[in-house]
């Protein structure tokens, strides 16, 4: 079954500390939880979207949090938790489900709410989280691929609008950014200087320069590159007694071109539109940082008093 959200995972996770009857960690939690719904190893492998922490384990320890600022577990050491007399009147109850909406009832949730209310502005009558199967950390790396997504959009909109040269120059600088090519100077001399049909440039692989790479850089708008083209690419290295070509383009290749490109002797690396942007993104360029966000979280060595 896919990953729970936060809140299914609430009264699952308050019953199996209550039935611990002692101290529990998160770890143990996840690993319980995982068989009482039944995850695959795929499911326990699904990553948030940054790579920094399995989605689950971030829900499992999302929900944990909630009902610590409602009273119902509280917090014995780092990663450890216990279940407390609130939480077990609450089982005694029979909830059917425990989320957001019910939290409400404890005063201790509703000041945490309203606090995170008064800190971004807004009012916590919102009802976001109750709607949202996302954790905070989902939401905010969420929101953050939706303006990279937005930014990379932006920019194959204007590498397509950009003229064949400035697109060449682009190319040279982001392939010096991700290490190649030693300096600026050197690889965009390589440019369109190699007088050889289907090569646009030339550029070093490393900054000793032991070897080379050839260049073919096609900023077509809405046609997309095929085999035909890639092929012609592959003769040209041929002909150098080249092994490696970089192929990009703003618009795509078509399959076949892909299979072209991983059958040939050769080898070429084809990047579309897409994956060229992503680059550019991760490289800084033609794009710059306007704001930074930095997400903290307790120093638990600061605290550690040596007990």
């Known amino acids: 079954m896919a990953v729970p959200d936060y809140q299914s995972v609430m009264l699952p996770l308050l019953r199996f500390t209550a039935a611990r009857g002692g101290e529990v960690s998160t770890a143990e939690a996840v690993e319980a939880l995982a068989k009482e719904f039944r995850l695959t190893d795929d499911d326990l492998r699904e990553m948030l979207p940054s790579g920094i922490q399995p989605r689950f384990f971030n829900r499992v320890g999302w929900a944990a949090t909630y009902m610590k600022k409602a009273g119902l577990l509280e917090a014995t050491r780092r990663g450890h938790f216990r279940i407390t007399p609130r939480g077990e009147?609450?089982?005694?109850?029979?909830?059917?489900a425990i989320n957001v909406k019910l939290l409400q009832q404890y005063p201790e949730f509703l000041e945490f709410q309203q606090l995170k209310g008064t800190r971004r502005g807004?009012?916590?009558s919102e009802g976001s989280d109750d709607a949202s199967t996302g954790t905070p950390s989902e939401r905010l790396e969420a929101a953050y691929q939706d303006l990279g997504d937005a930014?990379?959009?932006e920019l194959l909109a204007k590498l397509k609008g950009s003229s064949a040269a400035f697109f060449e120059r682009l190319v040279v600088d982001l392939l010096v950014k991700m290490g190649y090519g030693g300096s600026r100077a050197d690889a965009g001399r390589a440019v369109g200087r190699s007088g050889d049909r289907g090569i646009d440039g030339i550029i070093k692989e490393d900054r000793l320069g032991l070897d080379a790479v050839y260049i073919q850089?096609?900023?077509?708008a809405d046609n997309p590159v095929a085999s035909s083209d890639v092929m012609q690419f592959a003769g040209a290295?041929?002909?150098?007694k080249a092994d490696k070509g970089v192929?990009?383009?703003?618009?795509?290749?078509?399959?076949?071109?892909?299979k072209c490109a991983d059958e040939m002797g050769s080898k070429i690396v084809l990047i579309d539109g897409e994956q060229l942007t992503d680059l550019m993104i991760e490289h800084d360029v033609g794009v710059s940082t306007v704001a930074l966000y930095p997400v903290?979280?307790?120093?638990?060595d600061y605290f550690d008093e040596g007990e």
């Not at 290295?237 to 150098?240: A, D, E, I, M, T």
């Not at 192929?247 to 892909?258: G, L, M, V, W």
């Not at 903290?296 to 638990?300: G, N, Q, S, V």
């Open 89 to 96: 009147d609450l089982l005694k109850k029979r909830p059917p």
């Open 122 to 124: 807004k009012s916590s």
């Open 151 to 153: 930014l990379a959009d």
């Open 217 to 220: 850089a096609k900023r077509w």
């Open 237 to 240: 290295l041929q002909r150098r």
């Open 247 to 258: 192929f990009i383009t703003a618009s795509t290749f078509t399959k076949d071109a892909q």
């Open 296 to 300: 903290k979280r307790i120093d638990a």
